[in-house]
Structures are given as structure tokens and as C-alpha cells.
């Protein structure tokens, strides 16, 4: 089955603007995690939400989880030009410990 | 801070060779993945590895695959027989235990099958 998949795949805006992207998944979850990619580089962790969490908080970063709709957002507040990366959420569908599942991604694009 | 690092940064092989890709976890990490992100698509779980076993592996992880932590330090994947679509990005992961939920990636490795 299909797990964290994002919309919108794309997603172009100013700089100083906020930029939200949401990711839809089917089954039961552990967690959810938002990883950051840039062009051609490696993943780099921003934030785990727990499935008994509603939302959380780090620095420009907001993240909510809606388990009845098996649904997250991301959002980034002021964006800057060095946000510019694909986001992808990724869901631990068993335990701790087991296989991320990752959806395809959405690709943002901040402009100064 | 601790990183996990992976080497080479890139390789390119000619099909039908074999390929060993090296990650060096996080110290004191006992959790270790494979993943692949073969280009402009999702990143793909292939297999897990703790106390010297598979603990887990995806249907891409067939016989031409295999894992191995030879030294106690680095982790490392081999594929024996590469073909055109292993072309692809591989990416470590680690973490420190099960309890810990937060998998830590490499770099990556980009592999081209010519």
C-alpha cells in the first residue's frame, strides 16, 4: 500500500511567504517525520510528529497530524531563498525501528 | 555533530560488475538501513540490518543484493551483478536503538550502471 504521499508535487513562491505542503497516508502509524532534500544530497531530518500528537513546533517549522484523516502538514513560515528542496514526509508504519516509508516528495522552490 | 558518512560519493560501473557501497554509522548506532531514490522518484526502503542479521528487507532486495558489517564499524551493500536499473541514489540510515524513532541519513551514494 501506499504510504505519505504529498501534495502539492510542486510548489513555487516569494520569499517571505509561508509554504505549506500536506501528506496523506492509508494505514496506522507510529510516527511521521518531515525530511528535507537538497538538490542531489542526502536527507536531513527536521521533524517527527508522534501519533498521539496534534502538532508540533521547531523554529520557522510547523507540523500538525490528523490521525481520523490520516493526514499532515508542513508548513514553513517566512520562507527564505535556502529553503528551496524537495520535503518528503515519512511514515514508521509498524514499530520503532522498522522501514521509513517515504512518498514522492514536493518540490519547493523559494524566489527572491 | 555525529554524522553518518558514505563512500563514494559517486561511482559508475559497467553492467554485470560488482559494487560495494560503504556507510559509516553514527558511533554507538545499532540500527542500519539501505535505502535507494532512483532518480526523480520516492526514496525506497531495501533492507535493515541489527546485531548482524537482516532484520528486514523490501521485495527490491533480491539475491543480487547483500549486506554486511564486516569490521564492526562500517556497513556496507553489495550488489554482485549490477544491472541498468540499479542506476539509482543509495542512502545509509541509522539509529541508535529501536526506541529511537529518528533515523539519521548519509550523503549518498550515486550509482550509474552503463
Known sequence: SQQGEEDPQALSIQEGENATMNCSYKTSINNLQWYRQNSGRGLVHLILIRSN?????????????????????????????????????????RQAGTALIFGKGTTLSVSS | EPEVTQTPSHQVTQMGQEVILRCVPISNHLYFYWYRQILGQK??????????????????????????????????????????????????????????ETQYFGPGTRLLVL
Open chain 1, 53 to 93: 500528537e496534534r502538532e508540533k513546533h521547531s523554529g520557522r517549522l510547523r507540523v500538525t497530524l490528523d490521525t481520523s484523516k490520516k493526514s499532515s502538514s508542513l508548513l514553513i513560515t517566512a520562507s527564505r531563498a535556502a529553503d528551496t528542496a524537495s520535503y518528503f514526509c515519512a511514515t514508521d508504519a
Open chain 2, 43 to 100: 526514496v525506497e526502503f531495501l533492507v535493515s540490518f541489527y546485531n548482524n542479521e537482516i532484520s528486514e528487507k523490501s521485495e527490491i532486495f533480491d539475491d543480487q543484493f547483500s549486506v554486511e558489517r564486516p569490521d564492526g564499524s562500517n556497513f556496507t551493500l553489495k550488489i554482485r551483478s549490477t544491472k541498468l536499473e540499479d542506476s539509482a541514489m543509495y542512502f545509509c540510515a541509522t539509529i541508535l536503538a529501536a526506541y529511537q
